[in-house]
């Protein structure tokens, strides 16, 4: 990713906050990321491209951003998935898995050992979607701005 790519962040970004389930898939909303000024979507991709403690990787099809992941590693053996989103046509097929094998990659990388994410406890379908990537259950839950959000894990390769 670039810097040159900084519309098609926001682009896909707001696609995904227009999403019926947005408002329990992601602490952002529509209507203040429509707000933010060019630079921000700018600084957000430079962000996502550059560092050694974020990353965002893109599914393409026939030229057109269909899904999107961040992945974020801050200290530890953990990497945290953030921002997941697949467009409705593109899902339940391989991009999910596709995004989150190069996260876990990218991961590896990183020095970490296990995958987390939470996902909003009303969110069924993302929980079934993580569970067939072989995500389990923590028990540990917290609460959000957003409401109740369950944590799931998968270790890495690396790591067994």
């Not at 957000?44 to 893109?58: G, I």
């Not at 801050?74 to 409705?88: C, F, I, K, N, T």
Request: a negative charge; hydrophobic letters at 50%; aromatic letters at 6%.
């Amino acid at each position: 990713m670039f810097a040159t790519d900084a519309s098609r962040v926001k682009a896909l970004r707001l696609e995904a906050l227009g999403d019926p389930v947005a408002h329990i898939a992601f602490l952002d909303t529509l209507e203040a990321a429509q707000a933010q000024p060019e630079e921000f979507w700018v600084d957000r991709t430079v962000a996502a491209a550059l560092s050694d403690q974020a990353a965002q990787f893109v599914a393409e099809e026939n030229s057109v951003w269909i899904g999107s992941v961040t992945v974020l590693h801050r200290e530890g053996d953990r990497a945290l998935l953030v921002a997941v989103y697949v467009r409705p046509q593109s899902r339940g097929g391989s991009i999910l898995n596709q995004l989150v094998a190069a996260a876990q990659t990218w991961a590896e990388r990183q020095g970490c050992r296990e995958l987390a994410l939470e996902v909003h406890e009303d969110n069924l379908r993302a929980q079934a979607a993580y569970r067939k990537l072989g995500f389990v259950l923590t028990g540990e839950a917290s609460d959000g701005a957003n409401g109740r959000e369950l944590e799931m894990v998968r270790a890495l390769p690396s790591a067994v």
